[in-house]
């Protein structure tokens, strides 16, 4: 009995192929068309499972390009998903913190994995993959070269809080000769302040993990730690958290 | 017989003594003075015993935005923006019948909009007191009624008794009442009533200027979809969250966020807001002197621009087990700071009863609608 989890984010479109456990997953970018990208991954979990439609008992679609996908049975929001999701990958579990391409998140689960509070920046690029992207691209750098980039604990302060505002001072910093270490640094600090906004919002409890693209960087996830204080988790399926939830939810409906 | 949905879908065609048109023909035909009002302190007893039309004006739209940021700033509460647009573009068919305007300095935003709008029609603007609780709080703004009664007196060349009050308090509580019984049917578990719904009927008897025949409109549907209901018509499920909606006024613009719960599986039973019952829970007193149960009514009005503000605690309490309520949503305009500041105490109140609470930001523009149906369903797939 398969199920699939498919989450449409702004960026990547990630399917999860589960039963029992996770069979397989894959990521591709959403593109301009999130509808043939969710399309395509879940064809890309089929083909290589060599699995037919017909062997796939549920399928839930979540994220931002959801609404568009005509294969899923029922679309679930990116919270509920991610909630389960996280609660998931570990049953300790009590805060997600989740930075995706065009917004963020921190959702705040209760001793079952129910999703009792969560706070959503959807209105600005602050504190989101995007702010990342393009202060990064600033520094004529890749976001995936991000943790190659920060060299020590010296940091460039980034007051600003808008993307288009922080370029503009970077492109300073960068006239008065800080170095690309310190800048990235500092973009790192401006994300996290962002996210502490958000916790502060909810009750915060211990576990934290952290999920959605920017999850990837061990930098960004040390950052936060040290801000919280406290271990903040990531894994490898992290990325995945949605996707999972997503299969998980699929599951539970039948 | 028709079906609940046919009963709704019908009231769009029942125009009489509704809308600009009746409106009209009260100016024209009847020679009748109009007196334009914004929010929900506006005592209506005393306008329309000095035998004038009271008629709540537009404010609800974003099309008149643009033009109000020519000379209003761009971070004020839309309400207050979307106002003074339709004012000064024309766009508001009551606003042109107006002779004059009533409003109170419920914000701070609002008191200065009436210094502009003075120039396009008069405005007598009441000064609300900034608290409810004291009996000085009561003196002055039962002034302030007197105020009012005394230049609507003159303006229109009219004498108002205290006869002429007590009829008319008596015709208004009758619509309260009618209203009352009509959204009460929300109360049913299924409710019978979509959010959308108990919106159209309060709304639609309120721009129906002749009073009997909008509570005969609402007491007839109240009857029809009651028997529907109870023949076995169950439109909701029984399993759909039930959620009450409160904060700012809301309208045209923002009906986005009753329909973003709705579509997708929710049902607002309770609007709480002004634009809901926020006016109509509570009667004017037929037992008291007509001005000093006026002024009573009014002020105890549970706005948030009133500090402190149990009263809206009170009611929300009360309304969550009325009600059985799920879920309360708290929409709020931006830049309306007293709501906004509001929401963390109504947030800590909900916590004692457990009631789930989720506020949301919002403005006239319908750019957040897709946020606006992740977040709210998210909200509902919590509870």
Known sequence: MY???????????????????????KVLPTGWNPQKSGEQTLNYL???????????????????????????????????????????LNREIRTIIDIGGQDSKVISLNDAGDVIDFVMNDKCAAGT????????????EQIDNLDNLVKDDKKAKISSMCAVFAESEIISLLADGVSKSEIAGGIIDSIIDRINILLSKITFQEKVLFTGGLAQSEVIKNELSKKLQTEVFSYSNSQFAGAIGAALISKDML | MKSIEEIFNNLDGELKGHGPVAMKNLVEKEGKNVVGTYCVFTPYEVISAADAVPVTLCSTSNDTIDEAEKD?????????????????????????????IVGETTCDGKKKMYEYLDE?????????????????????????????KERLEEKFKTEITEERLEKEIKIKNEERNTLKEFYELAKLNPSPIYGTEIFKVINRSNYTFDKEIANQRTMKITEEVLAKYNQGEKRISKDAPRILVTGCPMGAATLKVIEAIENNGGSVVCLENCTGLKPNEETVDQDKNPIDAIAEKYLNTPCSCMSPNDNRVELINRLVEEYQVDGVVDMILQACHTYNVETKRIKDELKESNTPYINIETDYSQSDKGQLGTRLTAFLEML
């Open chain 2, 72 to 100: 209003l700033p761009r971070n004020l509460c839309p309400l207050i923006k979307s106002s003074y647009g339709f004012a000064i573009t024309d766009k508001c068919p009551y606003f042109h019948f107006a002779d004059i």
């Open chain 1, 3 to 25: 199920y699939i989890g498919i989450d449409i984010g702004s960026v990547g479109c990630k399917g999860v192929l589960f039963k029992n456990q996770i069979v397989d997953k």
């Open chain 2, 120 to 148: 396009v029609t008069p405005v007598h603007v009441m000064q609300l007191p900034q608290s409810s609780q004291r009996e000085a709080d009561f003196n002055f703004w039962k002034n302030e009624v007197v105020l009012l």
């Open chain 1, 46 to 88: 089929l083909e290589a499972n060599n699995l037919k439609a017909k062997d796939i008992k549920g399928v839930v679609a979540t994220g931002y390009g959801r609404v568009s996908q005509r294969f899923a049975d029922k679309t679930v929001t990116e919270i509920t998903c991610h909630g389960k999701g996280g609660y998931y």
């Open chain 1, 129 to 140: 993959g995007k702010f990342l992207e393009m202060t990064i691209n600033s520094l004529e």
